[in-house]
């Protein structure tokens, strides 16, 4: 599954820790690829509590004033609640829209 994703592990990354099975499982969700049920249930767990670290992120980021990255969380956090890259066209975010019919419609 890692050798799929757009962003390579680093060098000598352990797939037995669990930051590097969340950090592939969130790519997997970005890309919308197809996961087998263990995995679609890890990724779910993942993607609830990612969701919940961004929420918590946002809130003290932004209560300190720091524009910047306030933006990058929430940018982040409609990445994981969307299933997709910042860079994805926007019409991907519809039902039912693959690469395939945005490419059409362009």
Do not use: Y
Not at 13 to 31: E, G, N, R, V, Y
Not at 46 to 58: D, H, I, P, T
Not at 76 to 100: C, E, I, Y
């Amino acid at each position: 599954l890692s050798a799929h994703l757009p962003q390579k592990l680093a060098e000598g990354a352990k797939f037995s820790d669990p930051h590097t099975k969340a950090l592939i499982l969130l790519q997997a969700h970005f890309s919308r690829q197809a996961l087998s049920l263990d995995l679609a249930s890890d990724r779910n767990v993942v993607l609830g509590s990612a969701l919940k670290l961004l929420q918590a992120l946002v809130d003290v980021i932004s209560s300190n004033g720091w524009l910047k990255p306030a933006l990058v969380a929430m940018e982040s956090s409609q990445m994981v609640v969307q299933g997709l890259w910042d860079r994805d066209h926007p019409l991907m975010q519809l039902p039912h829209f693959t690469k395939a019919i945005v490419d059409r419609c362009r």
